[in-house]
Nanobody, 120 residues
Framework: QVQLVESGGGSVQTGGSLTLSCAAS????????MGWYRQVPGKQRELVAT???????NYADSVKGRFTISRYNAQNTVYLQMNSLEPEDTAVYYC??????????????WGQGTQVTVSS
């Protein structure tokens, strides 16, 4: 079983910055990718940013140029640096990790979520 622990959420004003972190632990054989998603009440969870083990990244159009995802493979940790935050970024942010706990045994785990609130 793989556990994800998130931290770094909070409240900021428009234009402010926050950094989210997520650490994966447990019976991890390898992690193929880690990323961040967000969800607001009444809407589907949406991708924010992902990073694969090769360093490739993918960002939602709405956060390009403002958010940066980074990952420290040796520590199974992923970060999301969020700059120039806008009220539209207000959401619960979830960490996700996908990989293998053994040969042929995959995992797809989610964190508990951390609230980010941006006030105007």
């Amino acid at each position: 079983q793989v556990q994800l622990v998130e931290s770094g959420g909070g409240s900021v004003q428009t234009g402010g910055s926050l950094t989210l972190s997520c650490a994966a632990s447990g019976s991890i054989f390898t992690i193929n990718g880690m990323g961040w998603y967000r969800q607001v009440p009444g809407k589907q969870r949406e991708l924010v940013a992902t990073r694969n083990s090769g360093g490739g990244t993918n960002y939602a159009d709405s956060v390009k140029g403002r958010f940066t995802i980074s990952r420290y493979n040796a520590q199974n940790t992923v970060y999301l640096q969020m700059n120039s935050l806008e009220p539209e970024d207000t959401a619960v942010y979830y960490c996700n990790a996908r990989g293998y706990i053994g040969i042929g045994h995959t995992f797809d785990s989610w964190g508990q979520g951390t609230q980010v609130t941006v006030s105007s």
